[in-house]
C-alpha cells in the first residue's frame, strides 16, 4: 500500500523549498527550486510540479500524494491567494490555491509561514496538546502566529498576528512598511543588526564588531561574540530582548497564552536572546500573568520547520475536508 504524504511549500523571495512530508512529520523528500527565474506563475508551478515528480519516483517506496500545504509572505488562508508581498517577483493578488490545484488536481491550502510555522509546532514539535501559544519567527523581519483555544486565528481578513509591525518605540526606526518603530525594525536579524551598529556609534568601548562590515554581520557571530563577551554584542541582545518581551507582555493581555516560541536564526542564539526576552516580559506583564508563560526555542528549530508547517496545514485541511 502507498505510504500517504503531503506536500510541504515553502515560498522565499529567492528560493522555494519542498518536502513530501507523511503524517508523523517525517520528511520523505527535500528539494527547492528559484522563485524567481520564471516567466509567470504558472511555469513556476508547472517547475514544482515536474520536481515532484521526478522525486516520488526515485523514492524507495511509493507514496500517495494526498494535499499541498503552502507557507508565503502575504498568503491569505480565506482567499487561496498570496496579495501583494513585497518580497516576491509576482505583483498583485495572485490566485495560488486555485493554479495549484488546477496543476496538481489536489486540495491545497496557503496561509503565511509565520502561521505556518505555528501549525507545525503543534502538530510535530512542542505544542502537542497545547492550545494556547504565540510563535514568533524572527527572520529577516519579525512573523507571527497566534494560536488561541486551539486555532490558529485568522481573523477579518485572513491577515491576523502582525506582532512584528505593532509599536515599539515612538519615533522610531524606519520599517518597510512604511511607518515608525515596528518591533521587526528592532527584533529581527536585521534589526538587532542595525542595534549593534547604533551601539558601536554610541559606545566607547573595545568591540570585535568595531572591524565587521554590516554586509559581513549575521546573528551567528554576534551569539558567538556574546559568549566571548564582547560588550556591544551582549548590549545588543538585551536591548532586542528588551523590546520583544515589552511587546509580548502586551499580546499576553490579548490572549493569555501558556508558553511562546521562537523560530528563526536569531532564536539560534537561545539563552542569549530568550534571557533578556522573559524578564523583560515578567516586568510589563499584568501580575496575574506572571511566572506562569514559558518562553522556549522550537523544537523545529533546527529542521526545516517551513516545509513541516505547510504540511500540517494540508494535514490540518485534509482532516477537515474528511469531516
Ligand atoms: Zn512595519
Not at 493578488?93 to 486540495?107: D, N, R, S
Request: proline share 4%; hydrophobic share 45%.
Amino acid at each position: 500500500m502507498s505510504k500517504e504524504v503531503v506536500l510541504g511549500i515553502d515560498i522565499g523571495g529567492t528560493f522555494t523549498k519542498l518536502g513530501l512530508v507523511d503524517k508523523s512529520g517525517a520528511i520523505l523528500m527535500e528539494d527547492e527550486v528559484r522563485s524567481t527565474e520564471h516567466e509567470g506563475i504558472v511555469e513556476f508551478i508547472a517547475e514544482i510540479q515536474r520536481h515532484v515528480e521526478q522525486s516520488i519516483l526515485k523514492l524507495e517506496k511509493p507514496v500517495l500524494l494526498k494535499g499541498i500545504g503552502v507557507g508565503a509572505p502575504n498568503g491569505n488562508f480565506y482567499s487561496g491567494t498570496i496579495e501583494h508581498a513585497p518580497n516576491l517577483v509576482w505583483k498583485g493578488i495572485i490566485p495560488f490555491v486555485e493554479l495549484m490545484e488546477k496543476q496538481f488536481g489536489i486540495p491545497a491550502v496557503v496561509t503565511n509561514d509565520a502561521n505556518a510555522a505555528a501549525l507545525g509546532e503543534m502538530l510535530f514539535g512542542h505544542a502537542i496538546g497545547i492550545d494556547n501559544f504565540i510563535m514568533i519567527a524572527l527572520g529577516t523581519g519579525l512573523g507571527s502566529g497566534l494560536v488561541v483555544d486551539g486555532n490558529l486565528i485568522y481573523g477579518n481578513d485572513g491577515f491576523a498576528g502582525e506582532l512584528g509591525h505593532v509599536r515599539a518605540v515612538d519615533n522610531g526606526r524606519q520599517c518597510g512598511c512604511g511607518k515608525r518603530g515596528c518591533l521587526e525594525t528592532y527584533v529581527s536579524a536585521t534589526g538587532i543588526k542595525r542595534t549593534v551598529f547604533e551601539l558601536l556609534a554610541n559606545e566607547n568601548v573595545e568591540s570585535a564588531f568595531r572591524k565587521i562590515p554590516f554586509s559581513k554581520l549575521k546573528p551567528k557571530l554576534i551569539t558567538s561574540l556574546a559568549e566571548e563577551g564582547d560588550p556591544i554584542a551582549i548590549k545588543a541582545f538585551e536591548r532586542t530582548g528588551f523590546l520583544l518581551g515589552r511587546s509580548l507582555a502586551d499580546s499576553v493581555a490579548h490572549i493569555s497564552p501558556a508558553k511562546i516560541f521562537l523560530f528563526g536564526g536569531l532564536a539560534k542564539a537561545g539563552k542569549w536572546i530568550i534571557e533578556p526576552t522573559k524578564k523583560s516580559m515578567e516586568e510589563h506583564l499584568l501580575p496575574i500573568y506572571r511566572s506562569k508563560i514559558d518562553i522556549l526555542p522550537s523544537a523545529l528549530l533546527n529542521k526545516n520547520i517551513a516545509v513541516l508547517g505547510a504540511a500540517a496545514l494540508s494535514w490540518k485541511q485534509l482532516e477537515r475536508l474528511a469531516k
